[in-house]
């Protein structure tokens, strides 16, 4: 393989990394309907450490307005409300004895428009997280030209690289699209 391919194949991997971070980061802002991921994060305490919710429990949607999450154990009912008042996400949980239950609020118009700029930041990070792979496999077409890699094989590899970046640009602005659509439809 030669260097121009190894700066596009990192090129690629760090682009691929980005727009999958974005992803994950999209699907934490909620856009209004009840999602077991919106409880991504949260930590528990039992037995002395603490461990993520999903490993103490099952956590369900049953509906649009409502997460219910079944303890595998009763007496952790108590430490999973406490970690999801702790975990400050806007949430009040109630528990009827079986079940901690988390009635998800309508969203306001204005909070709608704060979680749309709250996912055009997190595109942003993206975008930046792509131009920076971007300079970087620049710089190293570059170096491995001065190192004597041919001109037409340095002008082919840039080539490539922009089509790469521009690729990976498409699918972040699709995703912040699609959050923006799925946050602003009531």
């Keep these: 393989m030669s260097d121009a391919a190894t700066f596009i194949t990192q090129l690629e991997d760090l682009d691929r990394k980005a727009v999958e971070h974005l992803d994950k980061e999209l699907v934490k802002i909620r856009a209004g309907r009840a999602n077991p991921s919106m409880l991504d994060g949260i930590r528990v305490e039992y ?22 999450i ?86 082919s590899a840039e080539a490539e690289v922009e089509k790469i970046t521009g690729i990976y640009n498409k699918k972040v602005d699709a995703l912040i699209a699609q959050k923006e659509k799925e946050i602003m439809t009531v």
């Design 70 to 155: 079944q303890p595998w154990e009763k007496k952790m009912i108590d430490p999973i409300e406490k970690a999801i008042m702790a975990a400050n996400l806007g949430f009040n949980p109630s528990n009827n004895g079986e079940h901690v239950i988390i009635a998800v609020p309508m969203l306001t118009e204005e909070r709608r428009k704060e979680l749309v700029k709250m996912a055009g930041r997190e595109g942003e990070h993206a975008r930046v997280s792509i131009r920076g792979a971007r300079q970087k496999a620049m710089e190293g077409i570059k170096k491995a030209q001065k190192d004597g890699l041919p001109e037409d094989a340095a002008k």
């Design 47 to 68: 037995y002395g450490s603490e461990v993520p919710l999903g490993q103490v429990s099952n956590v369900n949607t049953p509906d649009a307005r409502t997460i219910i």
